[in-house]
């Protein structure tokens, strides 16, 4: 699978140092691609302020300056063909792919490029904080654009980014913003939008866009259709009628069976995705950090790994293996003695305070399903009620950024292939929260979490350093998550889908014009 993905990746390098191909209208009549998922699709439809689901659609329709290439773990060209940095890696210059147009018709060139990434930045929200090293941004020539830097930064990986780095047609519309709340795109990507259906099972249809600089010369799926099907049982069972084409995430029974079927591919690789217990540390009885390290120690993380069976590994520390700032051997245990002490201590448990946690997690998904089966059972014990509710996640990140929760459940992945965005995002003080949602306030994490993107260029050991000091800050001394888990990647498609890999620096993202259907 290694080799066949390498023979893909020199595919689109050559394509990427080859002359555009002539534009090609793209055929119809072709069977629609499926993509099956159990969250909302559409949470944000601004691509300078996306930073949730949609991301499996946006990188059909939006495209980046680079593409994180998991066989080299480099930046390979994609709206670039090549770039260059001086050498104090402070100027970076792109030059841009030629006959680039975007669906609005209009050109895509460097005065193009610097419109759209200057807006993302003024949003100053989602994951905008990728180009916080910028300082200016130069059209040189209509394919040439270079980037000033305050400090220096790995621009090709921020570029590379699956948020925040698209580019898009910034005079789409006077409105802006309007023009994206009416379910609209101003990408350069192999597809457009065709409908939008919010809270509907069908809720997303792409078409493709005729005059895509890739060409449609040979076969490809020309419409995509993303289903919103909460029950794995039903989805599974739509892939197996062929009312489906792929779906993204299957238990291990499902997976089990679908590695069976006949006319069903499976695709099975670890990703950087890692399931995050989130704590309140704002209000509520998880205030107290003694309330915060019993649940820590209560959730029985190898008892998890074994019943996910193979679905998972374990975590060790925040970052997963493959990045910068993962730290090795350390993998969490269960502790019901320091857990029953801890909770005596802050005055719940036997003859103490009733004690009582709300619980939120993603409706359909069947691993937390099992997080919180396991963890009530235990808690119980400890004389702990926990109350558990599965939520769309659009409803659930809402109540998150209220703080109407005790602990939050979800999965976290970079935002580009480094270490990061786990603990800028997640773990660094933000007012009003948007994805921290622990609601950690900690000025000293601050101060070295603002070392690290410096660091990751100029000295790489020291950024591993502080790494680690964040991830005994965030878990030992504040407490303020756990982590049970790192998913591993699996997935089930139509056998005649050719040419799928997947790629860990996009979650669940099917890179749908690089596909061969066939019968």
């Not at 699709?41 to 689901?53: A, C, G, K, L, V």
């Not at 949609?54 to 390979?76: C, D, G, M």
């Not at 989602?126 to 300082?135: K, L, M």
């Not at 619980?359 to 937390?368: I, M």
Request: glycine letters at 8%; hydrophobic letters at 40%.
């Amino acid at each position: 699978m290694r080799r066949r993905f390498a023979a893909a990746v020199a595919l689109l390098l050559l394509m990427a140092c080859s002359p555009p191909p002539e534009p090609q209208r793209a055929p119809v009549g072709e069977s629609p691609f499926v993509y099956v998922r159990n969250t909302d699709i559409i949470t944000e439809w601004d691509p300078s302020r996306s930073y949730s689901s949609e991301i499996v659609a946006f990188q059909n329709v939006y495209e980046t300056l680079t593409l994180w290439n998991p066989v080299t773990e480099k930046a390979a060209p994609r709206l670039a063909t090549s770039w260059r940095a001086s050498s104090d890696g402070r100027t970076w210059t792109f030059a841009l792919r030629p006959g680039v147009t975007f669906h609005t018709g209009r050109t895509l060139d460097a005065a193009a490029v610097k419109a759209s990434i200057e807006r993302t930045m003024r949003s100053e929200t989602g994951a905008s904080y990728i180009w916080d090293a910028v300082s200016s941004i130069r059209a040189d020539d209509p394919l040439t654009v270079t980037f000033a830097l305050k400090y220096p930064v790995p621009l090709d990986l921020v570029a590379s980014a699956g948020y925040a780095a698209y580019i898009y047609d910034t005079k789409a519309a006077p409105d802006l913003a309007a023009w994206f709340r009416q379910g609209r795109d101003a990408g350069s990507g192999p597809y457009t939008v065709a409908g939008w259906k919010r809270g509907q099972e069908d809720e997303l249809s792409l078409k493709a866009y005729g005059d895509y600089w890739g060409g449609w010369r040979r076969p490809h799926y020309t419409t995509v259709t993303f289903k919103v099907v909460r029950d794995p049982e039903r989805a599974y069972e739509m892939l197996r009628r062929g009312e489906a084409t792929f779906v993204d995430r299957l238990d291990a029974r499902l997976f089990g069976q679908a590695s069976a079927a006949p006319g069903v591919r499976t695709s099975e690789r670890p990703s950087f995705t890692t399931a995050m217990l989130l704590f309140n540390t704002a209000n509520g009885p998880m205030r107290d950090v003694r309330v915060r390290r019993a649940v820590q120690r209560a959730i029985d993380y190898r008892g998890l790994v074994r019943e996910l069976k193979g679905s998972v590994t374990p975590a060790g520390g925040v970052i997963p293996e493959g990045l910068l700032g993962h730290v090795p051997g350390r993998v969490p245990r269960q502790d019901l003695d320091a857990a029953a002490r801890l909770l005596r201590q802050a005055g719940y448990g036997p003859g103490g305070r009733p004690l009582r946690l709300l619980l939120t997690y993603a409706a359909g998904d069947a691993d937390q399903e099992a997080l919180v089966r396991r963890l009530r059972a235990t808690l119980r014990r400890l004389d702990v009620t926990l109350r558990a509710r599965a939520m769309p996640w659009n409803e659930q990140w809402e109540l998150g950024k209220k703080g109407g929760q005790d602990i939050f459940v979800m999965y976290w992945w970079p935002d580009y292939a480094d270490g990061y965005s786990y603990f800028g995002n997640v773990f660094r003080s933000a007012d009003p929260p948007e994805l921290n949602l622990a609601y950690l306030r900690d000025q000293g994490l601050d101060a070295l979490l603002d070392t690290l993107p410096e660091l990751t260029v100029t000295d790489r050991p020291a950024a591993q350093q502080a790494y680690e000091q964040a991830t005994e800050r965030v878990l030992d001394q504040r407490a303020a998550a756990a982590l049970p888990w790192v998913a591993t990647a699996r997935r089930a498609y139509f056998a005649g889908v050719q040419g799928y890999e997947d790629n860990p620096a996009y979650p669940d993202v099917v890179f749908i014009h690089t596909l061969r259907p066939s019968a």
